[in-house]
């Protein structure tokens, strides 16, 4: 922390000298302009003139090894950091199933291209405006699919539609592009204040809108290995008590969740009271799925067990989000 005199001058100009060692390290030089914004806690953002044009970043990733997962892990660290170009330059020519690889990456990431390529280097661009995105509306994005993930994997396993699981297995990859997509907003607001008005975050609602973000990116990896499930379980008759336990645990998740995100982005308790309660019931409704459980035949045991934990999980992921606005909701357990 450095702290500065203020002087007046004239009886009317209030003057706070500029850290030399800033200055020099931002090249700011006599006449240069100087963008001061106040932002709602009253503090004071000074940074080069926003009027200014900024240097589109870039970073050079060296592929020597044909270790397929480590390229992929480059790509998506380099565009989570926020660079607007990345480079891929091989030791040798890459080849057919490296190029492929490095394409499907860049399908995977929202707002990414090759812009060139040639037979030893890719060059990719990130073409996103982040002044045009909001990520309050991608977490609602990313929490009307998720929901929508763990109803159709319950109606896929009740009614034995294998088609519908595959469909819910499919969806977690617009999960995941929504989620790499909001990291990259929130470290590019961490980083520019502006940005972080913009959106009408503060540096602790970025921490914050991460936590969330990351717990409904796990609703929806949940709901697809319940998915997953589904399509390797056995036929099963899940006409009686126990695919009603089913429905109406699937029913409470989605009230559940839905609670507990427009808390978080409401930023303030929802209906705590409601929320516990429907908690409580979920647990309870859990709970009786394991003695129906026990009713069926001995190979279905695991999977359906497999399927209970998960919604489990759900749950938990659910209150996790509530607690980042509510922090006293019951402990829980399993």
Known sequence: MDYRKVQVMGGSTVL?????KWADRHNVRKG?????????????????????????SEVTI????????ALTNDITSQY????????????????????ERVKEVVRRLVGLEIIEEDTESLTIQC??????????KLLVRMHMLTSAMHRDAIISLTEGDTHLSEIVVRRDDEIDRLYFLVVRLLRSAV????????YGLSPIDCLDFRVAANLIENIGDLATDVARTVSVLPRIDLTGALASA?????????????NAVSAFLERAEFDAASLVKAYETLDMKLDTLDALIQEHPPETLTP??????SLQRIAHNSVDINDLVVPELPTRTG
Do not use: M, W
Not at 127 to 136: A, F, G, I, K, Y
Not at 191 to 198: E, F, I, V
Not at 304 to 309: C, G, Q, V
């Open 191 to 198: 980083q520019n204040p502006s940005l972080a008005d913009r």
């Open 32 to 56: 240069d302009l100087i963008a001061i914004q106040e932002r709602a806690d009253g503090s004071l953002v000074i940074s080069k003139s926003a009027a200014e044009p900024t240097e589109a």
């Open 304 to 309: 359906l067990s497999a399927i209970k934990a």
């Open 80 to 99: 989570l950091l926020g660079y607007d170009f990345i480079k891929i330059v091989g030791e040798g020519r890459f080849s057919l199933e490296e190029r």
């Open 16 to 20: 706070v000298s500029l850290p030399k």
């Open 246 to 258: 089913l429905q109406q645990a699937s029913f409470l998740l989605e009230e559940l969740q839905e």
């Open 62 to 69: 060296a592929y020597s090894s044909p270790d397929l997962e």
């Open 127 to 136: 073409l996103l405006e982040h002044t045009s995105l909001d990520p309050h």
